[in-house]
């Protein structure tokens, strides 16, 4: 499976449909980008598993300032709909396969749960913090 554009309109059905997803924000007239195309292309071939898709920063302004991307190439790396990885530059070819390898060896459920764990912290003052103790003083 070759590289996917990917667009405002089936942004989040990417991201949703699938548990692995490598992003790279470029635009055509950005040389590093032109240069790191062909890398990420050729990535892809080898990792039938993982969505590989590309955001013309261009064309998909309101995508790239969502993600705030300021330089490009940047490179996001979502497993389960969450961010785990975000890094502007050019990769080499062996870099990008370390991402990978490292981000496959993620445990999801350790991340789900601090991502949990991050919300329910910030969503309310009050509470939040003080439920582990109480327990365990009667």
């Not at 490598?22 to 969505?51: L, T, Y």
């Not at 969503?123 to 365990?136: E, I, L, S």
């Amino acid at each position: 499976m070759a590289t996917i554009e990917a667009t405002k309109a089936n942004f989040e059905e990417l991201i949703d449909g699938n548990s692995f997803v490598i992003v790279d924000f470029w635009a055509p007239w950005c040389a590093p980008c032109r240069a790191f195309g062909p890398i990420f292309e050729e990535v892809s071939e080898q990792h039938k598993d993982i969505v590989f898709a590309k955001i013309n920063t261009e064309v998909e302004t309101e995508l790239a300032s969502h993600f705030q991307v300021r330089s490009i190439p940047t490179l996001m790396v979502f497993r389960d709909q969450i961010i785990l990885f975000a890094q502007p530059g050019s990769l080499p070819r062996k870099a990008l396969e370390e991402v990978i390898d490292q981000v496959r060896a993620v445990d999801m459920d350790e991340v789900r749960r601090e991502v949990a764990e991050q919300t329910a912290g910030h969503d309310h003052d009050c509470c939040g913090h003080d439920h582990g103790d109480a327990d365990h003083h009667h």
